[in-house]
């Protein structure tokens, strides 16, 4: 029912900034909490930011100060601005649409991935 697409990853040197963008195809997009998940090589996929529905930001302490995710409800459009970036923010990032209805069932949807490089 809901389609996401990130874009935006790239190779970027250390201390440099990506902005990544996900565009969602669904009607009801404004009920929907969204967040940018990473996941590098080996290691689990790790919550990095979410925004409410409300538009209130939620960072991992790792990102805090340096990445900024917000929303355009009219444009059905999730963004996630990065500045300072480390090596050790190197992974592919996904984009994530998540309701959970008040006495229903949860509904969640996953883009395809976008791979942000950082080299030192």
């Known amino acids: 029912q809901v389609q996401l697409g990130e874009s935006g990853g790239g190779l970027v040197q250390a201390g440099g900034s990506l902005r990544l963008s996900c565009a969602a195809s669904?009607?009801?997009?404004?009920?929907?909490?969204m967040g940018w998940y990473r996941q590098a090589p080996g290691k689990q996929r790790e919550l990095v930011a979410r925004?409410?529905?409300?538009?209130?930001?939620n960072y991992a302490d790792s990102v805090k100060g340096r990445f900024t995710i917000s929303r355009d409800n009219a444009k059905n459009m999730v963004y996630l601005q990065m500045n300072s970036l480390k090596p050790e923010d190197t992974a592919a990032y996904y984009c994530?649409?998540?309701?959970?209805?008040?006495?229903?069932?949860?509904?969640?949807?996953w883009g395809q991935g976008t791979q942000v490089t950082v080299s030192s």
């Open positions: 925004i409410t529905s409300g538009g209130t930001p």
């Open positions: 669904g009607s009801i997009f404004s009920m929907y909490a």
């Open positions: 994530n649409a998540h309701w959970r209805a008040p006495i229903g069932p949860v509904y969640d949807y």
